[in-house]
């Protein structure tokens, strides 16, 4: 059987490589679609957690998990020799960025190893780790094609497919959400249509693998530039005595031309603060300078410095200064709802708080502890109103909708918003904004 017609017919093996927050819930959605699938990592405790039915990950319930686990249709391995046995292969690893903020594709590199020690005829493999323009043709390609076994497009298929996996998104998911597709060969993006099409509702084709790469990383330098831009108003807001979440507001109500972004705290997750760099270390390659998105890092990453300034602020008005103060950091996940965090701009203010020589604590429903460089910090319970006494400021970064944010306010002296998520307390006080 050819392997488009096993695609087709759900009998194809489907093979993902990395079991993360966009790996595993691709390989549960193939699952659930009746494909076999075989989630491939080189984590023992994330191939265990799985083999036991147990989800690491917010947007994969382990009830669905361990429903696939039982009925064999999801395996996993960190048997990279498996890899000969499927048909198709989704490599859905990390790509971040070297201290020189230059691409790692290391992880890429290392996945793309193991396929071509493990390869066979009739297959498609396809990435879908953000990456800068070219990483498809210019990286994968040429290993591929090295021994000159087989003919792209004909012996085996390649692609390029931007994941757009959105954590804690209650509306949006992999289903829903359009699967954007270039091929090396137009039989290349048919068999890659033909399995995500089994999965997606739309199906997205465009002409080539570079293309597809540099989709992804629009959508976010997009929204990267867009929040550099009101995180600039908002530092300038304070000069001009004028509430930036108010005017975000109101210029959202023009039902054209208009798209609310909101200031925060610094960027986090594994896209926008690392994908623009991408697409400005690629365009340096051609002697192009990207300055809009190079300026658009530059003010989000000055705004951890910012709230270091606003926490200042927060205790001299209370006649105190940073060093030696007790400061409650509210939320360290990198974005609501999550427990994830990846590039979090919490670790970057809870860093220059140690600097200061502040006494740390932190909160977060979702996450329990997290080590700062040797310091290992354990997540408080906010309920205990006599701990909450002891602390001078509270710091809100991430805005999570389990905390009760009133009680927060009653016991504490002062607290500083980086999120405006006590915009409904009318009583300003105790509050010192972003």
């Known amino acids: 059987m050819d392997l488009l017609k096993k695609i087709r017919e759900k009998k194809a093996v489907v093979g993902i ?14 699952a659930k679609k009746s494909f076999h699938v075989i989630a491939f990592d080189i984590d023992a405790d994330r191939v265990r957690q799985i083999s036991n039915r147990i989800s690491y990950i917010p947007d994969v319930p382990s009830a669905e998990l361990g429903a696939c686990i039982e009925n064999g249709t999801l395996e996993a391995t960190t048997d990279f020799s498996l890899l000969s046995q499927v048909d198709t292969i989704s490599v859905c690893v990390p790509t971040p960025l070297r201290k020189t903020r230059d691409p790692d594709v290391s992880y890429i590199v290392e996945s793309l190893a193991r396929i071509t020690e493990n390869r066979r005829k009739d297959q498609l493999i396809v990435l879908e780790s953000t990456t800068y323009p070219g990483t498809t043709r210019e990286v994968l390609f040429p290993e591929l094609e090295k021994k000159g076994e087989y003919e792209v497009g004909a012996d085996y298929f390649l692609a390029f497919s931007p994941e757009r996996v959105d954590p804690g998104n209650p509306r949006f998911n992999i289903v829903n959400t359009p699967k954007v597709i270039g091929g090396m060969t137009p039989a290349c993006v048919e068999m890659a249509e033909a399995l995500y099409g089994s999965i997606v509702d ?8 570079e293309s597809a790469e540099i989709v992804k990383l629009l959508e976010n330098t997009f929204r990267s530039v867009n929040i550099g831009l009101v995180n600039e ?18 210029a959202a109500t023009k039902p054209f ?28 390659q051609f002697g192009f300078e990207a300055r809009f998105i190079e300026l658009a890092g530059m003010v989000n990453g000055s705004m951890p410095h910012h709230v270091l300034s606003r926490i200042a602020h927060a205790l001299n008005i209370q006649s105190k200064c940073l060093k030696g103060s007790r400061i409650l950091v509210v939320g360290v996940a990198y974005k609501r709802d999550v427990n994830d965090l990846r590039e979090s701009p919490a670790l970057d203010v809870m860093t220059l708080l140690e600097m200061e020589g502040a006494s740390l604590s932190y909160a977060d429903p979702y996450v329990p502890e997290l ?10 319970d906010i309920g205990k109103k006599e701990l909450l006494k002891s602390f001078d400021c509270a710091v809100i970064i991430t805005d999570h909708s389990k905390l009760d944010y009133r009680h927060l306010l009653d016991v504490l002296p002062k607290i500083v918003d980086t999120r405006n998520a006590l915009k409904n307390i009318p009583s300003r006080e105790k509050i010192v904004s972003l």
């Not at 080590?371 to 408080?380: A, D, V």
């Open 233 to 250: 108003l908002a530092l300038m807001s304070h000069a001009l005595n004028v509430n930036i979440w108010e005017v975000i507001d109101a």
């Open 371 to 380: 080590r700062l460089g040797s310091t290992l910090y354990q997540s408080i």
């Open 257 to 284: 031309g208009f798209m609310p972004f909101f200031p925060g705290p610094g960027l986090g997750g594994h896209c926008i603060p690392i994908d623009p760099h991408y697409l400005s270390w690629k365009a340096r």
């Open 202 to 209: 739309r199906v997205v084709r465009v002409s080539s693998p």
């Open 17 to 30: 490589i990395g079991c993360g927050y966009v790996g595993l819930p691709l390989a549960l959605e193939f």
